[in-house]
């Protein structure tokens, strides 16, 4: 039954578009060292490998590394580093629920009093 309610995701390819071999390789290779730092694009790649694996997040962080480099060059501003905590920023009521569901599935009562 809940079948029928789930929302269908649109399947795309997993290959990525023929491209320079070498600026590839230079692309996952510093995504690989984001994936070190505590910046959103590590961040980014942390979030991605847990749902993905390791290679699928490297290449989509690169590809956000690329799209950065091109925005730069286009608009001449300068990158703005959005932080570690974005993620968490971005949904902050997602986090409480998914406390609050984690709480009663454990058998606690959980009442929220409304935040002043």
């Known amino acids: 039954m809940e079948e029928c309610f789930r929302k269908e995701r649109k399947r ?4 990525t578009r023929p491209a320079n071999p070498y600026v590839k390789a230079a692309l996952v ?10 910046t959103y694009l590590g961040e980014q790649y942390r979030r991605l490998r847990k749902r993905r ?6 290449v989509a962080v690169g590809h956000s590394i690329l799209v ?3 925005h730069m060059m286009t608009t001449g501003e300068p990158y ?3 932080g ?8 902050a009521g ?7 569901r984690r709480l009663e599935q454990l058998g606690y009562q959980v009442t929220a009093p409304p935040a002043a």
């Not at 694996?53 to 490297?58: E, F, I, V």
């Open 12 to 15: 795309q390819s997993g290959r």
């Open 29 to 38: 290779q510093a995504a690989h060292t984001t994936a070190r730092t505590p």
């Open 53 to 58: 694996g390791a290679k699928r997040a490297a």
């Open 68 to 70: 950065i480099y091109y």
């Open 80 to 82: 703005h580093e959005k």
């Open 84 to 91: 570690i905590d974005y993620f968490h920023r971005r949904d």
């Open 94 to 100: 997602k986090a409480e629920r998914q406390l609050v």
